[in-house]
């Protein structure tokens, strides 16, 4: 197995599929859609049913026969990589029979183990990386194989039990738009894993709730020779503003389990100008307050500035998916069950970020995010083993095994 899902892998690795944060089209590049359609005749080939690639760049597809229950889970994983590094041209490089110390990719990319969550676990074993000049694209394309290999598997296999199961491969999901297009009801599933994580061992069921909060100033712009009483200066409102942010809540102070707000861009001359923020925390509460501080803020920035006009708009984002996940806990449970079975641990864990499962969670379907073995991502310096992709492979097994296992007659684990 092992061989035939690296030599996935890397085929996958060597096609760009960088999204496009600029465009506006769906998917936000073509490059996507081409290796969705490479995906598309390999699904064909191998066997699946209900296959169908839409305009907006999401492929969809269903594993033939029923398998046993009446819950139907889903895998997604995205098929574009982040646009921060260069994903063009990307030459993997295997460092066989690892010794644990760094790996020098190039004069200034060196990958230092200490820097990293989980290397140490792999000494002895094959790390792969790109050559330094472009990120290596785990991210997600360990999850593209990953899920191709699970229903090569399934329909090789059909004495393995498993639940009804439905794939899917996205676009655009590193600039946010992953979902913006998702069909959850042609999709059809009950429950969806996200093949998207890192480390092996984890399970993340919490997200940060996102909001973007973003402030318009219109001041009054006068030659400043003659101002005295007359120029409003929308440069000077804006950076009250931000001054009167706590440096206690912004990212570089904020870690584990604590939010932020963080400014992200100003642009003004006096006239008018614009401050872009983002707001994140894990609990609902904690994003209420966030949002109430800045909603005081802008009547504060009102009555010290009559004459400006000043305008606050908050829009969420995406939301923490570990609400809806508290109230059937079966998609949690049985990650984790698998994960032991076929790591030998296994536990909870919480992503600083956001992943296409908070959106996906909202929208009817509620969604863990289980981990491919990949570190470093949007990086240079990305890696991932070998192992650590075989491993992603039996987590994902194992998990669908479980979910077979417990069939329509059983409820939870605990029974
Ligand atoms: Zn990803």
């Known amino acids: 197995m092992s061989e035939q899902l690296t030599e996935r892998f890397l085929s996958y690795v060597r096609i760009n599929t960088a999204s496009d944060p600029i465009s506006t089209a769906s998917p936000s590049s073509s ?43 889903g895998l997604i994983a995205h098929v574009d990589t982040s646009p921060d590094v260069s994903g063009k041209d990307v030459s993997p490089v295997l460092h066989n029979d690892w010794d644990g110390k760094a790996i020098t990719l190039q004069p200034n990319i060196v990958i230092e183990p200490e820097e990293t969550v989980d290397m140490s676990r792999y000494v002895g074993g094959t790390i792969i990386t790109s050559d330094g000049s472009t990120l290596l694209g785990a991210d997600d394309k360990a999850g593209v194989a990953v899920i191709i290999e699970i229903c090569i598997r399934l329909i090789a296999d059909p004495d393995i039990s498993r639940p009804p199961l439905k794939v899917a491969f996205t676009t655009d999901e590193e600039i946010g738009r992953g979902m913006d297009n998702f069909d959850v009801s042609k999709f059809g599933v009950d429950f969806a894993y996200t093949v998207d994580g890192s480390s092996i061992g984890k399970v993340d069921t919490q997200t940060f709730n996102a909001w973007s909060a973003n402030w318009k100033v219109k001041g009054n712009e006068v030659h400043p020779g003659s101002a005295k009483g007359i120029l409003v200066n929308s440069v000077r409102i804006l950076a009250d503003i931000v001054a009167m942010i706590s440096p206690e809540e912004m990212p570089e102070n904020s870690s584990g389990d604590e939010g932020y707000d963080y400014p992200l861009s100003i642009s003004s001359v006096a006239g008018e100008g614009e401050l872009k923020m983002i707001l994140r925390d894990f609990t609902r509460e904690g994003m209420e307050e966030r949002i109430h501080r800045l909603r005081s803020l802008e009547k504060w920035i009102r009555i010290k500035y009559p004459r400006a006009e000043v305008s606050l708009q908050l829009k969420e984002q995406y939301r923490n998916p570990g609400e809806i996940l508290q109230e059937d806990r079966r998609p949690v449970d049985y990650a984790l069950k698998g994960m032991e079975r076929a790591v030998l641990e296994g536990k909870e864990d919480s992503i600083r970020g956001g992943t296409d499962g908070s959106r996906l969670s909202f929208m009817g379907v509620p969604t863990v995010n289980l981990p491919t073995g990949g570190e470093l991502f949007h990086s240079r310096k990305e890696w991932i083993a070998e192992e650590g992709l075989e491993a992603s492979f039996r987590i994902v097994l194992e998990t669908l095994k479980i979910w077979g296992e417990n069939g329509p007659f059983h409820q939870s684990l605990s029974e």
Do not use: W
């Not at 839409?54 to 969809?60: F, W």
């Open 31 to 73: 490059c996507q859609v081409d290796f969705l359609r490479i995906l598309e005749s390999e699904l064909r080939e191998i066997g699946m049913e209900h296959i169908h690639l839409d305009d907006k760049g999401t492929l969809y597809a269903a594993l033939p026969g029923e398998g046993s229950g009446n819950t139907v889970i």
